[in-house]
């Protein structure tokens, strides 16, 4: 099967529009994705091809958005809602987490939530505190909700084939800087990828770094300078910060015993909190020096351009905190 | 609420301790204090105290288990109340398997019985800042370092603030690495069949002459030792002692040569407190307190230090009385922790052996012992040039040489002897 590289936006619609075709029960709700097609252009022609029916434009309400996909999903159908960044998730928090999250489990399983809610996230493009967060984990916080956080276009098409086949909840999180980004994906409707299975997305000997999302590109950055300079980092993908598949970061900390992970999220309680304290629990004897982590600064996003780029990640902080741990 | 009995930490280098015997039974009722069993560490036996009252629950530990410090021997709690059941049983080995014999693992890492290597207990090159005398070495440093039996202390790291870091024990040639000398009492000792057949007799060694044995070897290995000897007029000493002693009639309250030469070298610490301190490779802690410890022949061999608290403030006749008590209940294997513990500096006298003189090799991490041998008629060169006989004692301090220097120990021990040819002031 031949792989052609495709943008990210491309892998979406692709994943979407296979889906559609393949389930009748899957349809899309959200704001601006019909007749617009899209904040981001992932549904553009889909009103015309699967109809008004399958393609709902929903008033600005993300307590509408979510609370109404969770009950047709429990009704039967596989709703793909749209909520245009994660920020406006904020407002239809207790539909993801008190009512798709929880539902299977308080009803004993009479109901399932077969509900994919895609969403954007990240900062860098100057809007506002408000509008920049990366708050993925907090989604990631409770169990009974799947994260997904693909960082490339392969990734994106098969785990969101994967979220909408699934009898489970799942938050996906694009990230709204990379869905320009390029890579090979296979022409084929029924490639679909595991969920909650991390992947090494870069081997090398001297440092594991621990990253997803927007993270991601930091990260391959940062490794391909350090190569230059002899320094091999090994890149574990997460992919999914639930279920968690720390496995590989495990496996890949044994044999370079240093780690540096890597987020757009905010650094109090994060991604590489819980992965530091289960790394230290686990492999305290292959420590060989502290775990580093790179996040964004501990504030409100900035406005002013220059001083946003400073409080987030890049790829210069991580070949720093690699360093740091060398 | 049942409260664990846990095994004590009674040293500072202390990793476990061997249960001699219970002197309670599961239902007996106890109060806070009571002694309720023994424990033989390497250096003495010692009564162990509970800190709870109420009633015994459960005996973990049987005699001679050695148990990890901090683990549970057993619990406490209100009468008829369940012991706990889902506690894990407690770090106990039989006591045969510690006692093998030594020769058998001379490749292998350091017995169970010694400490973990120099943590605290030797001087070491490299030390935290937060933590004088811990190595500073990562996780994964240590795990390798103590499959291989590499003694971190001998090993420099590169990492951030000298931490010893994978690459430095890896780096580190293996093959010196049994040669381990600071925890291995034997290494220097010829690997290979013992020797056996009927002229001869195999001895295996007491715990506590194998730790003297570690002790030793660490402190030669690595504390640079030098000597200074002086020889002190005691005539005046020993006529004040005959003095003193005469006035009273109860045995148990004479003043022993022993107590006088502690008491002049507490006095004569004050004016020296580089001499009264503890070496912990950058740093070194000096002591307020002098805190003299008092090497103790044991009757089955063997030594240990009981220590006279601030030797320099305590009364001669209490600091004598004290030490009388003290040096019997070693004798009698029954000190208290805190009688063995915390001397900042130590007097060994072989005096009562009529020796002439000879030098003591230093406690670590103390900077400095003071030998002391007997009092000696001699001929001596009196003062108008004529030969006449004196009472002469020779004293030998042994100083890491890290510490001080030459001249530093000759002021001490002009200081001393001035001390005990002047007696008086040991009165004051």
């Known amino acids: 099967m031949a792989d052609r590289p495709i943008t990210i936006r491309e892998a979406l619609s692709a994943a979407l529009r296979e889906e559609m075709h393949r389930d009748e029960r899957v349809f899309i709700m959200g704001e601006e994705v019909g007749v617009w097609g899209g904040t981001y252009a992932v549904t553009r022609g889909f009103l015309e091809e699967f109809g008004e029916k399958r393609v709902r434009d929903t008033p600005i309400s993300e307590m509408v958005i979510a609370g109404a996909a969770v009950g047709a999903a429990m009704a039967g159908l596989r709703p793909v809602a749209e909520i245009m960044t994660i920020n406006f998730a904020f407002v239809a928090m207790d539909a993801i987490i008190n009512h798709a999250a929880k539902i299977h489990y308080m009803f004993n399983g009479q109901f399932n939530v077969p509900l994919v809610i895609r969403t954007t996230t990240g900062g860098g493009k100057q809007l506002g505190a408000t509008h920049s967060h990366a708050p993925e984990v907090i989604f990631a916080h409770f169990p009974g909700l799947y994260v997904a956080v693909p960082g490339t276009a392969y990734d994106a098409k098969g785990m969101l084939k994967a979220a909408i086949r699934d009898d489970n909840p799942v938050l996906f999180v694009e990230h709204s800087t990379m869905l320009q980004r390029r890579s090979p994906v296979p022409d084929d409707d029924d490639f679909v990828l595991p969920i909650g299975k991390s992947d090494i997305k870069r081997e090398g000997d001297d440092v594991t770094i621990v990253t997803f999302g927007k993270g991601l590109e930091w990260s391959t950055e940062a490794a391909d300078q350090l190569a230059q300079e002899g320094i091999e980092a090994e890149i574990v993908d997460l992919r999914w910060l639930r279920p968690l598949d720390l496995e590989p970061v495990f496996e890949s900390f044994k044999k370079t015993n240093r780690c540096v992970i890597v987020e757009e999220s905010l650094p109090m309680f994060n991604v590489g909190a819980e992965i530091a304290a289960q790394l230290q629990n686990e492999l305290f004897d292959y420590m060989d020096a502290p775990i580093k982590r790179v996040a964004a600064m501990d504030l409100p996003l900035p406005y002013n351009r220059e001083i946003e780029l400073m409080a987030l990640p890049n790829p210069q902080k991580v070949i720093n905190a690699v360093k740091e741990v060398l | ?428």
């Open chain 2, 1 to 428: 609420m049942a409260q664990p009995i846990i095994m004590p930490k009674l040293g500072f280098d202390m990793a476990e301790g061997t249960l001699i015997t219970w002197t309670v039974a599961v239902g007996d009722a106890v109060s806070k204090g009571d002694v309720i069993a023994e424990i033989e560490t390497d250096k003495a036996t010692i009564e162990i105290e509970t800190t709870v009252a109420g009633h015994v629950l459960q005996l973990l530990a049987g005699p001679g288990d050695i148990v990890a410090v901090g683990a549970p021997i057993g619990y406490v709690g209100a009468e008829g109340e369940a012991a706990p059941d889902d506690v894990a049983p407690p770090a106990a080995k039989p006591a045969a398997q510690e006692l093998a014999p030594a020769v058998e693992a001379a490749p292998a890492p350091a017995p169970s019985v010694s400490p973990a290597p120099a943590a605290g207990d030797a001087p070491v090159p490299v030390t935290g800042d937060k933590f004088p005398g811990r190595i500073k070495a990562s996780p994964v440093a240590r795990r390798i370092a103590d499959e291989r039996g590499i003694d971190l202390s001998r090993v420099t790291g590169s990492g951030p603030g000298g931490r010893i870091v994978k690459q430095d024990v890896e780096d580190f040639p293996v093959e010196e690495a049994p040669a381990a000398p600071v925890t291995e009492t034997r290494a220097p000792v010829p690997v290979g069949d013992i020797p056996t057949g009927p002229d001869m007799d195999t001895i295996e060694l007491s715990s506590l002459r194998r730790r003297i044995g570690q002790r030793m070897v660490q402190s030669k290995q690595y504390v640079p030792h030098f000597y200074v000897t002086t020889a002190i007029d005691v005539a005046g000493a020993l006529a004040l002692r005959q003095q003193l002693n005469a006035s009273v009639t109860d045995e148990t309250r004479k003043i022993s040569v022993n107590d006088l030469i502690v008491k002049a070298a507490a006095l004569t610490l004050r004016e020296f407190p580089n001499l009264n301190s503890h070496f912990y490779g950058d740093v070194l802690v000096r002591y307020n307190r002098i805190n003299i410890g008092i090497a103790v022949a044991l009757p089955g061999g063997g030594l240990i230090n009981v220590v006279a608290r601030d030797a320099d403030k305590t009364a001669l006749g209490a600091m004598a009385a004290q030490n009388r008590d003290m040096i019997a209940r070693a004798r009698d294997g029954k000190v208290k922790t805190d009688e063995i513990e915390g001397s900042t500096f130590s007097v060994s006298n072989l005096g009562p052996y009529d020796v002439e003189h000879f030098a003591a090799i230093i406690n670590p991490p103390e900077a400095g012992i003071l030998a002391v041998g007997a009092a000696q008629k001699v001929p001596v060169v009196l003062e108008d040039g004529s030969l006449g006989v004196g009472m002469r004692m020779r004293a030998t301090i042994s100083v890491d040489h890290r510490v001080s220097d030459g001249a530093e120990a000759a002021e001490f021990m002009k200081a001393f002897k001035d001390l005990i040819e002047n007696p008086m002031r040991l009165l004051m």
